[in-house]
């Protein structure tokens, strides 16, 4: 199977653009969450789709947002992009099939997003 | 809630010493536990888990780690270390309270190897 797949890997905007980040699932997996990930911040969650439905949500403002489509590929949206918005935007994918705990979470290898 | 703390942010030890990476965990139900690795430029991959039975878990790259519930802790050793062992890696924790998944990650450790 392929693996979990993000595009692009990288991107250059300037302040006050919006920019949008698209991630594939590895096929059959419904469960599609993001990361920002930053040196001085760590690894933090965004939010988790399942199903087309936001399902879990981190601590991040109205700017970022997201959504699934029903073949589980999920795209992330930061509008009005700050300086502090440059990171690794991480994305991983889980089946969640029904019963099972403590499933791995498969991750593509980031989009690297630069603002200036 | 659950919440998982990684004691030390960078960790040196020299090519073919004892690597110790410390994680400790906090959650109102069991846990299941994951060790995940980064390298640079890469997303992170999954190195060992433990969900349920034996408390000591052997994972890739003859890493492994030991679910002690009495410590809240699920700490990350290799006997040796080789040179290709410098990456970051996270602990994470994961439960299934509210109907499905919820994983928190740590904040990560980075592991750098000594020549």
């Known amino acids: 199977k392929a693996g979990v797949t993000q595009t692009p890997r990288y991107l250059i905007k300037t302040r006050g653009q919006q920019v949008t980040l698209s991630c594939s699932p590895i096929s059959g997996h419904r469960s599609v969450s993001w990361y920002q990930q930053t040196p001085g911040q760590g690894l933090q969650f965004l939010f988790e789709?399942?199903?087309?439905?936001?399902?879990n949500k981190g601590n991040f403002p109205g700017r970022f947002s997201g959504r699934q489509f029903s073949n589980s590929r999920s795209e992330m949206n930061v509008s009005t992009l700050e300086l502090g918005d440059s990171a690794l935007y991480l994305c991983?994918?889980?089946?969640?099939?029904?019963?099972?705990?403590?499933?791995?979470?498969?991750f593509g290898p980031g989009t690297r997003l630069l603002v200036l | 809630a659950q919440s998982v703390t990684q004691l030390g942010s960078h960790v040196s030890v020299s090519e073919g010493a004892l690597v110790l990476l410390r994680c400790n965990y906090s959650s109102s139900v069991p846990p299941y536990l994951f060790w995940y690795v980064q390298y640079p430029n890469q997303g992170l991959q999954l190195l060992l888990k433990?969900?349920?039975?034996?408390?000591l878990v052997k994972g890739i790259n003859g890493f492994e780690a030991e679910f002690k519930k009495s410590e809240t802790s699920f700490h990350l050793t290799k006997p040796s270390a080789h040179m290709s062992d410098a990456a970051e890696y996270f602990c994470a924790v994961s439960d299934h309270s509210g109907g499905y998944q919820k994983v928190t990650f740590g904040t990560g450790t980075k592991l750098q190897v000594i020549p």
């Open positions: 789709y399942f199903s087309e439905t936001q399902r």
């Open positions: 991983a994918s889980n089946p969640d099939y029904p019963g099972t705990v403590g499933e791995t979470q498969y």
């Open positions: 433990y969900t349920t039975g034996a408390t």
